[in-house]
């Protein structure tokens, strides 16, 4: 049996084992008659009268937050809630590597490195983030929060219409520290290692109450220092002969030294009759520099290639403030009106200096000075009422207003380019959305829900103007074969969709730095440039779901998702007359071609091998499994799926507490494969195989201190990214590849 068949097989006989089992249990919940009421208990016999008591014990009742499953379970649209225990379960430095577990989530980038979040292999776009319930701002990282910061993480696979209903994908809602609930003091000091630099961090969370008021904040700071290096290869071949008339070879040498701070804090006012006021600021900063020497080596070409050496120095600092309030009053008897309202501020500032040179002599600069500043401004309000007839309701609006700035300016050999952009383009952004909803318990075995939510966007920069308007009709329902079952099955009808970005729209371009204007570009070193004439994809979609929870903590779930997609955008290249060039260049804009359509399979499996055997170790399964399906209409095939769709995904982990120790261990295997996209009949994208092994041990000094080793990225391989695209008799391959490494982290954890 080949090794991956064999990996795969290893890897999914657990998780197939469990999902049989769902089913049939499932199908013997729905035709077994229920079991004759037990037996009355006998009335014990009277006994002797006793001394009254002269004492009272005292009783202390502590009530907690729901249990991940139990929010998961009772929420009647599909969710799976990560609480504390997950997020510090192995120690991660980013909330990518942390929701790269997750069923049916996908991270881009190399492998241990984190990166940006996808969901059932989608897109950028697709995947709706949120931060605290709102949007986060354009250009936002998510692994610029600290994990420490994270109170726990909602994923949403169908939308509501509180929630919003620009996720074709799904919604990850990141929920920071909360108000107090027990008193904290946890201090966190991790040392790292990658390629043989430290990464040092550490992070400090209290909670705490002050004349009446409950309070928490969140500090952490980090320093990374990373080796980036690549190579790739660009190789051009004439479609009649097979001839190569094109060979160059780059290998870039990159390093890259950054630092972070994250600050975020609650400040709660409990009044009479359910009022509150919270106060909610979150501070993100941080700031780098990157070296990059490069060497490009051409050994076929009829023109000689621009340079053989080049330098590059950068550097570059990020900046996110905000400023969120709520005030929450109860009206009357299941009455609750709620106000949120928030400020906030991001800016981003780069400069850089490339310096190429040929046969030892300085052949051109480049400097580059960017500038982004985005200012926001949002105002919520909503209203709950509870019926008597087991109906939940809840209204609201909102309205976001977002001004942005971007500043460019670009120097080469000391005169500026783009001239007819000019320096500075501003733009605005301002949303308005109003919804309604409805929770309703039918019965103990059913419960339903209906929204609907009308959400416009008008955008204006310059000569750009773009609005669109969309209603999003959404249904979501639970159904139990009894009252008290384990079991249950969710049905979701809705309708969403993914607005263009502010980039997608505006036209000024930004240039390639190989072959810079105002000559001529090649297939694959392209200019990327806005299209003001973009309109909003829509989906309609049904997801059906069958859950099984299981004693403790422990869930099998298999959910199957349907999307058909209208107004499909995806990035073409094509050869344009520009302004910016004496000469046509290749050119990649966002373009609405057509409709597309997507489905799939995730199954889940939680749960401890006792559970399954008798006298198995006490060891607790993690895996999942997810099967993609994608097709875009206009584009032949084979391989028109939608853009960074995996064929599946796999996960498989275990944890395990040693007996008679305060030592625990766990590990992960997380499998993406390989795959070609066909972007058009001429283009195509390639994405490499990545696999990531994880592994941690626990050791627990006392209740108060721990140590927690974390080895991630175990088997590090090469990452490796590319396409091609036929012009002109020729076809352009290029081809990325870039090495990885081994991460190592060692965390102490101190409860003060």
Request: aromatic share 6%; charged share 20%.
């Amino acid at each position: 049996m080949p090794t991956s068949l064999l990996s795969m097989h290893v890897l999914l006989g657990p998780l197939a084992a469990a999902i049989s089992l769902l089913f049939a249990q499932l199908a013997c919940a729905q035709t077994q008659p229920d079991p004759p009421p037990p037996p009355p208990i006998p009335s014990p016999a009277p006994a002797a009268s006793a001394p009254a008591a002269t004492t009272l014990q005292r009783v202390e009742i502590n009530a907690g937050r729901a249990t991940d499953n139990q929010l998961r379970r009772d929420s009647t649209a599909a969710k799976i809630v990560v609480g504390r225990e997950e997020i510090e379960r192995f120690g991660d430095s980013t909330v990518g590597d942390l929701l790269k577990r997750l069923p049916g989530v996908t991270v881009q980038g190399r492998p241990g490195r984190g990166g940006a979040i996808r969901m059932r292999g989608l897109g950028n776009g697709y995947t709706q983030i949120l931060l605290d319930g709102e949007r986060v701002a354009p250009g936002f990282s998510i692994d610029s929060l600290a994990p420490e910061q994270i109170e726990r993480i909602e994923i949403l696979r169908a939308p509501t219409a509180e929630t919003g209903a620009r996720a074709i994908a799904g919604t990850v809602n990141i929920i920071t520290r909360e108000g107090y609930t027990k008193r904290l003091n946890n201090v966190q000091l991790t040392v790292g290692a990658e390629n043989g630099r430290v990464q040092p961090q550490a992070s400090w969370s209290r909670n705490d109450t002050l004349s009446g008021l409950n309070y928490n904040f969140s500090l952490s700071a980090n320093r990374n220092d990373r080796q980036n290096d690549s190579r790739s290869t660009t190789v051009d071949r004439d479609l009649t002969t097979n001839a190569v008339v094109l060979d160059q070879n780059d290998k870039g040498e990159v390093r890259e030294r950054r630092q972070g701070l994250q600050a975020n804090g609650r400040l709660q006012w409990r009044g009479a009759l359910g009022e509150s006021v919270t106060v909610m600021p979150l501070l993100i900063y941080g700031q780098g520099k990157t070296q990059r020497y490069g060497e490009l080596n051409q050994t076929v070409g009829s023109v000689p290639a621009p340079y053989d050496q080049a330098e590059t120095a950068s550097e570059g600092s990020f900046r996110l403030m905000r400023l969120n309030g709520m005030w929450t009053r109860r009206l009357g008897e299941g009455e609750r009106m709620e106000w949120r309202a928030g400020l906030g501020q991001s800016k981003s500032v780069s400069e850089s200096l490339r310096l190429e040179n040929s046969a030892g002599s300085l052949v051109r600069t480049l400097q580059d000075s960017t500038s982004a500043v985005e200012n926001s401004l949002s105002l919520n309000g909503k209203f709950f009422k509870a019926l008597e007839s087991e109906h939940s309701l809840t209204a609201g609006g909102e309205l976001e207003t977002n001004r942005r700035t971007d500043a460019r300016s670009t120097l080469q050999n000391g005169a500026p380019l783009l001239l007819d952009f000019g320096d500075a383009v501003q733009a605005s952004v301002r949303r308005l959305a109003f919804y309604a909803q409805d929770d309703w318990v039918i019965s103990p075995q059913w419960s339903a829900y209906a929204g609907v939510r009308w959400e416009g966007i008008n955008t204006q920069g310059g000569d750009v103007k773009n609005a669109s308007g969309v209603w999003t009709p959404l249904a979501h329902a639970v159904w139990k074969p009894a009252p008290e079952s384990k079991d249950q099955v969710r049905f979701s009808l809705t309708r969403s969709y993914r607005s263009p970005t502010l980039q997608n729209l505006i036209a000024r371009p930004s240039i390639n730095n190989r072959y810079p204007a105002p000559g001529a570009n090649t297939p694959t070193n392209v200019d990327r440039a806005g299209n003001p004439n973009l309109l909003p994809e829509l989906a309609t979609g049904l997801d059906v779901a069958i859950e099984r929870y299981l004693p403790g903590s422990g869930l099998l779930s298999a959910n199957v998702f349907h999307r058909q997609i209208s107004n499909y955008m995806r990035s073409e290249t094509a050869l344009e007359t520009v302004s910016w060039a004496n000469v046509p260049r290749y050119v990649s804009r966002m373009q609405n071609i057509g409709a597309a359509v997507t489905q799939g399979l995730e199954l889940e499996a939680k749960f401890r091998l006792t559970e399954l055997m008798e006298d198995g170790p006490k060891v607790d399964i993690r895996s999942n499994l997810s099967f993609f399906r994608s097709r875009v209409q206009t584009v032949p095939g084979p391989d028109n799926r939608l853009d960074q769709q995996p064929s599946y995904t796999a996960n498989f982990g275990a944890d395990y507490r040693v007996p008679n120790t305060p030592l625990s261990l766990g590990g992960n295997l997380n499998w993406t494969p390989g795959y070609t996209t066909r972007i058009s009949d001429v283009q195509t994208a390639e994405q490499g195989k990545k696999i990531g092994i994880d592994a941690y041990a626990l050791w627990v000094f006392s209740p108060t201190v721990q140590l927690r080793t974390t080895f991630s990225n175990i088997d590090p391989r090469d990452y490796v990214t590319g396409g091609s695209l036929d012009a002109l008799g020729v076809r352009e391959t290029s081809v990325n590849t870039a090495p990885t490494y081994v991460n190592l982290q060692v965390r102490l954890e101190i409860k003060l």
